[in-house]
């Protein structure tokens, strides 16, 4: 499966965002989904991830509360709807995939190439 991360852009601190995990091929279905985030000079991190299913949603505790994850099979797409963004919250987002997965898989075989999101104080 190939998947396209878009929608990221400046967003002033407070505001919402919402990325799109695009994927091709017609089994996306059976694919969990995670968000990841790179900051500059830090390691990336897991941000949250759906399941194969729809059904489970995992958050990690910075984004709780600010950030929804979602699915849409039909549309074979993934969205990150992130809201009251922070300074912190700025890196550059990833979608990844594994088939079969829960929301807290932790390795993916699939990658997009990321959408830098940039949150301005």
């Known amino acids: 499966v190939q998947l396209q991360a878009s929608g990221g852009g400046l967003v002033q601190a407070g505001g919402s965002l919402r990325l799109s995990c695009a994927a091709s091929?017609?089994?996306?279905?059976?694919?969990?989904v995670g968000w990841f985030r790179q900051a500059p000079g830090k390691e990336r991190e897991f941000v949250t991830g759906?399941?194969?299913?729809?059904?489970?949603?995992y958050y990690t505790d910075s984004v709780k509360g600010r950030f929804t994850i979602s699915r849409d099979n039909a549309k074979n797409t993934v969205y990150l709807q992130m809201s009251s963004l922070k300074p912190e919250d700025t890196a550059v987002y990833y979608c990844a995939a594994v088939i079969y997965g829960s929301s807290r898989s932790v390795t993916y075989d699939y990658w997009g190439q990321g959408t830098l999101v940039t949150v301005s104080s």
């Open positions: 091929g017609r089994t996306f279905s059976t694919y969990a």
């Open positions: 759906i399941s194969w299913t729809g059904g489970g949603t």
